[in-house]
């Protein structure tokens, strides 16, 4: 189970880099901000991902002892969402020592 979810959070973490890479190469987040936050389904976007980001650093602030560490986290999940949202995992999935498993993600560090 961890070797999957480790290929499938790899991937889906490239996924998300691709995507982003190649939409900023596209389009400037800036330079259409006023457009965006004029479409509702915009603004509902935004809220959903702060509420995930909300949920995601609430388990960080359980697992990680160091205040530091949470706060770099915080930064990066505002900033970088999903691809920091992975990150996380896999960090915390390749730390998992042989034979430990899914369950040993949701202990503290």
Do not use: H
């Amino acid at each position: 189970m961890v070797t999957s979810l480790k290929i499938i959070f790899s991937i889906l973490m490239l996924w998300i880099i691709y995507v982003v890479i190649t939409t900023s190469l596209q389009s400037s987040l800036f330079d259409q901000w006023d457009y965006l936050s004029s479409i509702p389904w915009m603004r509902a976007t935004l809220w959903d991902f702060y509420a995930n980001v909300f949920v995601i650093y609430c388990w960080i602030l359980y697992r990680e002892k160091s205040i530091g560490i949470k706060l770099i986290w915080l930064i990066l999940l505002v900033f970088l969402g999903s691809i920091a949202s992975c990150a996380y995992v896999l960090i915390a999935l390749f730390k998992l020592k042989p034979g430990e498993g899914v369950r040993e993600l949701f202990i503290k560090n």
